[in-house]
Nanobody
Framework: QVQLVESGGGLVQPGGSLRLSCAASGSIFSINVMGWYRQAPGKQRDLVGIMSSGGGTRYADSVKDRFTISRDNAKNTVYLQMNSLKPEDTAVYYC?????????WGQGTQVTVSS
């Protein structure tokens, strides 16, 4: 059974930074994609950014140059460094893992950007 556990959300002022972490456990194939999606109230869940186990990345245009994904393959852990946060970044952030055709989600962590 694959499980994803996120941490690092919270309240931050506009212009501030946060770092999210997500640790995956269980039987996970070494070739996979991990990353982050987010869902604001009343909106659909959207891509933030993903990174393959080979290092390739893809980001939403709205977060390019502000957010950075990194991962530790040995620990099956993915990180999201969020800088220059804006109120519109407020959402529940979900960790994402896709491997061998299956998709897994974390429970979500709230990020609130407000003064």
């Amino acid at each position: 059974q694959v499980q994803l556990v996120e941490s690092g959300g919270g309240l931050v002022q506009p212009g501030g930074s946060l770092r999210l972490s997500c640790a995956a456990s269980g039987s996970i194939f070494s070739i996979n994609v991990m990353g982050w999606y987010r869902q604001a109230p009343g909106k659909q869940r959207d891509l933030v950014g993903i990174m393959s186990s080979g290092g390739g990345t893809r980001y939403a245009d709205s977060v390019k140059d502000r957010f950075t994904i990194s991962r530790d393959n040995a620990k099956n852990t993915v990180y999201l460094q969020m800088n220059s946060l804006k109120p519109e970044d407020t959402a529940v952030y979900y960790c994402y893992l896709n491997e061998r055709g299956s998709t897994y989600w974390g429970q979500g962590t709230q990020v609130t950007v407000s003064s």
